[in-house]
């Protein structure tokens, strides 16, 4: 398995919430009224959240009982895939795909071609991207008959998944066998571009791009300049965002000369990737190491912003925000307002997303005086980032020990926006949300309409949220209905 903690921290919870469940409680019937109450408010300004269902098709995939969503992107309103993992009656991980179309869910598909590739039986899908309706890319790793882990990529045109293929070009970048695709971004129908990482012969962990152009997939090459800063050997792209066809940027990580690991940014113009460099600012701020881009999200060629976490000369883990404008990116800086809010120390950008150039909205959490996690967000308006605030409605929902996250949030224009996470109930059961944003205003959170009824066993996650316009959004994760037994969900909010 990929040894890199920054990752993804939804694949630590795929991989307990097999075994965690035991440890709680079912949801009791008077928590689960509650919810059912609060439910009625989804229809927010924007949009309304419907039902969550089981993922269609996962009942018969998910024999040995492990399934989730990883990521969903959405071409159009209405017309999104879903990528994640099930076990089969094997106990072996496969990647699956599934679409949604003009509003409806189909069968959940074993990625085509990984049932060849993935002979060690450990695959997931760990990020999908869609341009247009029926026309995606999705990646992540799988694991071949000699038990090392490789990075794949999969192409869907006009609704139609073709076969999974390695990465070109990984075979001899990833000599130790441990490499994926973290994130994958599409500016146009196939032509898309893939992050990630893989350990060289000597064991180091290395950071990648590849780029794929009208829907055919280039060789990965390791991210330059990287070499120069990864002194230490532990470095990976973590996010990646294109504006258009050839125009993306990628952040991640790297470990320098010190031992300390920093947040880094790489950019592609007109189909070449550029130096790779230290986000500006974050190596006075990261006294400790532990800094990382976490997510990065473009409004425009070269004009993205990205969101990440440093720890500062305390050993306090601080959330931090930086843009780009015009190409150049500026100096990153701790999150306005959670300073205030971050008094039990650790804090962090989860997610960042961006309706138009310079006018963003980034999520995650902090911990407050009682060292409770709980969510926020920060919005950017034409270049400016404004004072952090908890998620509304989340100190009423967020009762138990477990603490809120935000995880993910789309932003479908400037100020219009979905967000999605989980806090912890009265019972320390773990709930899911989804919040809305309308002209500017976040609106109360909820938890995710259906999962009271689906999350029996009380440990739900939510793992991704993507919206094609303001109030059409899909939203994706897992539940546990029993003890020993995770299922794969989805969600769609429609606009009024």
């Not at 990984?114 to 991207?129: D, E, F, H, K, P």
């Not at 008094?343 to 138009?356: F, I, L, M, T």
Request: include cysteine; glycine fraction near 16%.
């Amino acid at each position: 398995m990929v040894q890199d903690v920054r990752r993804s921290a939804t694949m630590i919870f795929a991989v307990a919430a097999a075994v965690w469940p035991t440890g709680l409680a079912g949801a009791s019937s008077a928590a689960a009224g509650t919810h059912v109450a609060a439910g009625a408010r989804a229809a927010a300004l924007g949009g309304t959240w419907g039902t969550a269902i089981e993922v269609p098709g996962t009942a018969a995939l998910n024999q040995g009982g492990n399934a989730q969503i990883e990521s969903v992107s959405c071409g159009s309103a209405g017309n999104c895939s879903a990528g994640g993992f099930y076990t089969d009656s094997s106990g072996r991980w496969q990647a699956l795909v599934a679409g949604e179309t003009n509003g409806t869910w189909h069968a959940a598909i074993e990625v085509p071609g990984t049932a060849a590739l993935n002979q060690g039986g450990r695959a997931i899908v760990n990020s999908v991207s869609c341009v247009s309706a029926g026309n995606c890319s999705a990646g992540g790793f799988y694991q071949d008959g000699s038990g090392h882990y490789q990075a794949f990529v999969a192409v869907e045109a006009n609704g139609t998944w073709h076969a999974a293929i390695e990465v070109p070009g990984t075979a001899p970048l990833n000599q130790r066998g441990d490499a994926e695709v973290s994130s994958v971004s599409c500016g146009s129908a196939g032509n898309c571009s893939a992050g990630g990482l893989y350990q060289d012969g000597s064991g180091h962990f290395q950071a990648f791009v590849a780029g794929e152009t009208n829907g055919t997939w280039h060789t990965a090459m390791e991210v330059p300049g990287t070499a120069a800063l990864n002194k230490k050997g532990d470095a990976g792209v973590d996010s990646v965002s294109c504006a258009s066809a050839g125009n993306c940027s990628a952040g991640g990580f790297y470990t320098g000369g010190s031992g300390l690991q920093q947040a880094m940014v790489a950019g592609e113009t007109n189909g070449t990737w550029h130096g790779a460099i230290a986000v500006p600012g974050t190596v006075a701020l990261n006294k400790n190491g532990g800094a990382a881009v976490n997510e990065v999200s473009c409004g425009s060629a070269g004009n993205c912003s990205a969101g990440g976490t440093y720890s500062d000369s305390a050993g306090r883990i601080q959330a931090f925000v930086a843009g780009e404008t015009n190409g150049t990116w500026h100096t990153a800086k701790e999150v306005p307002g959670t300073a205030a809010l971050n008094q039990g120390g650790d804090a962090e950008v989860n997610s960042v997303s961006c309706g138009s150039a310079g006018n963003c909205s980034a999520g995650g959490f902090y911990t407050d005086s009682t060292v409770h996690s709980q969510a926020f967000t920060a919005g950017e308006t034409n270049g400016t980032w404004h004072t952090a605030k908890q998620v509304p409605g989340t100190a009423a929902l967020n009762q138990g020990g477990g603490g809120a996250h935000l995880i993910s949030l789309s932003c479908a224009s400037a100020g219009n926006c979905s967000a999605g996470g989980f806090y912890t109930d009265s019972a320390n059961h773990q709930q899911v949300f989804v919040a809305d944003q309308t002209n500017g205003t976040w609106r109360s959170a909820i938890e995710v309409p259906g999962t009271a009824a689906l999350n029996q066993r009380g440990n739900a996650w939510l793992s991704s949220v993507s919206c094609a316009s303001p109030g059409n959004c899909s939203a994706g994760g897992y539940y546990t209905p029993s003890e020993f037994l995770q299922e794969a969900f989805v969600v769609n909010e429609t606009s009024q």
